[in-house]
């Protein structure tokens, strides 16, 4: 009597399995999770890789003087080479991690092709079939196909399980962090764009000023106006730094949660899907009694 009601209870799990892997619903809830992890890896790279853009034009940009007839050529953005370094690496271990989910919604679509869904068929009934018939029991080839059916249903069902563990724990601790994380980000890249446009806008109206300047004083007064623009933007470094360097514990704190999203979650559930997929494919729970 146990033996059939565990071959009950077993034959009810694979058919749960089957009815999973034909509907495709929990891929559809792994695939629409992982998309939107997805886009804000795009979202937050398009946003670094904008800060960045603007630091390396305002970090090359040389202001030249010309005191007593000498040249003399300045380079105050040198400052913003650390932050600039920080943020650079930042942007593709984001890259890296936008690759990684895009290759686990390939490796979905993959596992809800037809070709996918008739090997779990095939494997599904395997199972049921070594289940019901006690005949098959003592075939030399049972252990090999219940092996072949398990690794089928582990494979079919790895990606979508790993990727909803890994969005569960995601949700539940690193999500707000990184809404913090990119909100101070995005202010952050308003602030260096203003600076920029204001920097670009004391430039054409000085540069304006010294065309409209005559008379006997205008090669001294159109001196004047360009070293005091000139030193004007340089003081502005500063402001860039100082703006600029309030967002590097923020983009430290998002380095760490998509290396924790991309990297040590999914091979951490990997890992443990690997070893309960072994410990079923070594059990003898599958198999009909022997006949006597």
Do not use: H
């Not at 030399?140 to 079919?156: E, K, P, S």
């Not at 290396?259 to 979650?265: D, E």
Request: glycine residues 6%.
């Amino acid at each position: 009597m146990a033996n059939v009601s565990k071959k009950w209870l077993l034959s009810c799990i694979v058919v749960v399995v089957l009815a999973m892997g034909l509907s495709n619903t929990m891929d559809s809830n792994a695939q629409l999770r992982l998309s939107n992890s997805f886009n804000n890896a795009l979202a937050t790279f398009a946003l670094v890789r904008g800060i960045n853009a603007v630091i390396s034009v305002v970090q090359g940009t040389e202001v030249a003087l010309e005191p007593g007839g000498v040249g003399v050529v300045l380079t105050p953005g040198e400052v913003l080479d650390p932050i600039n370094d920080l943020i650079e690496r930042f942007s593709w271990v984001v890259l890296a991690a936008g690759t990684s989910l895009g290759a686990q919604l390939i490796l979905l679509e993959i596992g809800t092709s037809f070709f996918a869904l008739v090997l779990v068929a095939v494997a599904c009934i395997i199972l049921l079939v070594l289940l019901w018939t006690p005949l098959l029991a003592q075939t030399t080839g049972r252990g090999i196909l219940i092996r072949c059916a398990l690794m089928v249903l582990l494979l079919r069902f790895l990606v979508p399980v790993v990727v909803l563990a890994n969005e569960f724990v995601y949700n539940a601790f690193l999500s707000e962090s990184y809404r913090q994380s990119y909100e101070v980000l995005e202010n952050v890249s308003k602030d260096v764009q203003e600076l920029k446009a204001r920097d670009e806008n004391d430039a054409a109206l000085a540069e304006s000023s010294a065309r409209e300047d005559a008379g006997i004083f205008d090669s001294v007064s159109r001196f004047y106006n360009r070293t005091k623009q000139k030193l004007s933007l340089s003081g502005n470094y500063q402001k860039y730094e100082e703006k600029v360097a309030g967002a590097a514990q923020q983009i430290i704190n998002l380095i760490a949660i998509f290396i924790f999203q991309t990297l040590v979650f999914p091979l951490m559930f990997f890992w443990l899907a690997v070893r309960l997929g072994r410990t079923l494919m070594r059990g003898e729970f599958w198999l009909a009694d022997k006949a006597k």
